[in-house]
């Protein structure tokens, strides 16, 4: 599957010129990418809108796709392997453009989809009650970060806990966990939590969401324990006590993650390509496809929505944990939490009225 660019050290890209790019991406992150049963295939709403950019930039730009790891693109805050050394990728594909040493070491095209918010969870007692509660700082916990995967656990001093509207304690233990094992790695995250290893995890907020039963396709290859991810809520399961958390990301999910100082026109073009195909009715046909209308830039032919999926509302507008995501503790939201929300909010609004992707 390696193709040899047609444009050496791409330079400046003459208008004629026709680029491949080959782009690396991981599997199991439904529905943004996985492979089919019993293939190789890749498939999902990253493999769809490359499709649908080769087409609106045909004769201009072709994308490869080529099945890797996540940690062969982005380990331990560097790049992995497929991204360094003579026979390197371009770049990797659905990356999310985090702060930290990802703004640092990497460049990003635009986003493909609006950035997603980080949550924490904990696990819950044979009562239902979380063993972390919303209020709690992290002082002296262990908190669970799956390695190569947004958000970096760096970027959890730099959100806030939206129930006291105050940072978290720069003294609490990171625990980094790796694929080391057969076990998926975002499996082995939740299950440190389960039995204790850890008190936290520090995960997307959407995570538990998309990883659940209802959400396995069986036309899709699943290598995680959609079981597992089904305990959310559950008496002596786990529950979500942060929710909704900005501020660790600089924007969305990408479809290009390169080298800083490398490819620059070549990011141009297809940022050009991206610009023009999200505007189209096939960008919402997909987006509509997999289900996340919601992540979705509007554009012209897509509806407009300033609703908020449960896992994207702040903290302080959860309610109990039976429905895996717990409210603040009573007597602990900080009234300026509330009116930071609100700003937030407002503002996420006003950049849907005019257009803007932040």
């Not at 293939?39 to 045909?58: K, R, W």
């Not at 980094?176 to 204790?196: C, Q």
């Not at 520090?202 to 290598?223: E, G, L, M």
């Amino acid at each position: 599957m390696k193709v040899f660019l047609v444009a050496a050290s791409f330079g400046s890209v003459p208008a004629s010129a026709m680029v491949t790019l080959r782009l690396g991406t991981g599997q199991n992150w439904a529905p943004y990418v996985s492979t089919q049963a019993n293939s190789n295939n890749l498939v999902g709403f990253g493999p769809d809108l490359v499709a649908g950019v080769n087409a609106q930039c045909a004769g201009q730009l072709q994308i490869d796709m080529v099945l890797t790891t996540w940690e062969n693109c982005w380990s331990n805050n560097n790049f992995g392997s497929e991204m360094t050394g003579s026979n390197r990728l371009d770049g990797c594909m659905l990356y999310s453009h985090g702060t930290g040493a990802r703004d640092d070491k990497a460049h990003f095209s635009i986003a493909i989809v609006k950035h997603k918010t980080a949550g924490i969870i904990t696990g819950l007692d044979a009562n239902g009650h979380p063993k972390v509660d919303g209020a709690s700082n992290l002082h002296g916990k262990t908190v669970a970060d799956v390695n190569g995967w947004a958000p970096e656990p760096e970027t959890l001093d730099m959100v806030r806990n939206l129930c006291t509207n105050t940072k978290f304690s720069s003294g609490k233990t990171i625990h980094d966990i790796s694929s080391s094992s057969n076990e998926e790695v975002n499996d082995k995250a939740l299950r440190s939590v389960l039995d204790g290893n850890s008190d936290a995890l520090y995960i997307f907020a959407d995570h538990a969401d998309t990883h659940q039963c209802k959400n396995n396709n069986n036309n899709v290859a699943r290598a995680h324990d959609c079981n597992l991810w089904d305990k959310l809520g559950e008496p002596n399961g786990f529950a979500y006590v942060q929710t909704g958390m900005d501020g660790w990301a600089v924007n969305g999910t990408t479809l290009m993650m390169t080298r800083k100082g490398e490819h620059g026109d070549v990011m141009e073009l297809l940022d050009s390509c991206l610009d023009k195909y999200m505007q189209t009715q096939d960008y919402c046909n997909k987006c509509s496809k997999h289900g996340i209308m919601d992540d979705c830039f509007a554009n012209s032919h897509c509806p407009r929505s300033s609703a908020k999926s449960i896992y994207d509302r702040p903290t302080s507008q959860q309610g109990d944990c039976s429905s895996g995501y717990c409210g603040c503790p009573e007597g602990s939201i900080n009234t300026g939490a509330a009116v930071g929300q609100h700003m937030v909010a407002f503002l996420s609004v006003m950049s849907l009225v005019v257009g803007l992707r932040v």
